[in-house]
Nanobody, 129 residues
Framework: QVQVEESGGGSVQPGESLRLSCTVR????????VGWYRQTPGQEREGIAC????????YYADSVKGRFIISRDNSKNALYLQMNALKPEDTAMYYC??????????????????????WGQGTQVTVSS
């Protein structure tokens, strides 16, 4: 069973940065795409940044492109999201996601929510002045 655990959320002011971390257990980490989704109350969960197993295929939603950077450390089964120039509209619960299909692309994981193997509890990010 795939298990994911997110950390690193918090409350910051607009323009500041945060770094989210995630550990994934229960699969051969370097064989799968992984990524980040986020959700606000009343909205669909949205894939915002996903990365393929080889790190050559990354996907960013337009809303975060140029501000967020996704990376992975296959030696630690770890995924990261560096969030810069945060805006109030980035306020959301952030979820780590691992693909249920081996060797998938970052684009597929972020655009097909049904591919996510398992959801964690999420970590809250609040951006407010």
């Amino acid at each position: 069973q795939v298990q994911v655990e997110e950390s690193g959320g918090g409350s910051v002011q607009p323009g500041e940065s945060l770094r989210l971390s995630c550990t994934v257990r229960g699969l051969i980490f370097d064989g799968y795409a992984v990524g980040w989704y986020r959700q606000t109350p009343g909205q669909e969960r949205e894939g915002i940044a996903c990365i393929s197993r080889s790190e050559q295929g990354t996907y960013y939603a337009d809303s975060v492109k140029g501000r967020f950077i996704i990376s992975r450390d296959n030696s630690k089964n770890a995924l990261y999201l560096q969030m810069n120039a945060l805006k109030p509209e980035d306020t959301a619960m952030y979820y780590c996601a691992a693909d249920s299909r081996v060797m998938g692309s970052g684009w597929s994981l972020c655009n097909f929510k049904e591919r996510v193997a398992s959801w964690g509890q999420g970590t809250q990010v609040t951006v407010s002045s």
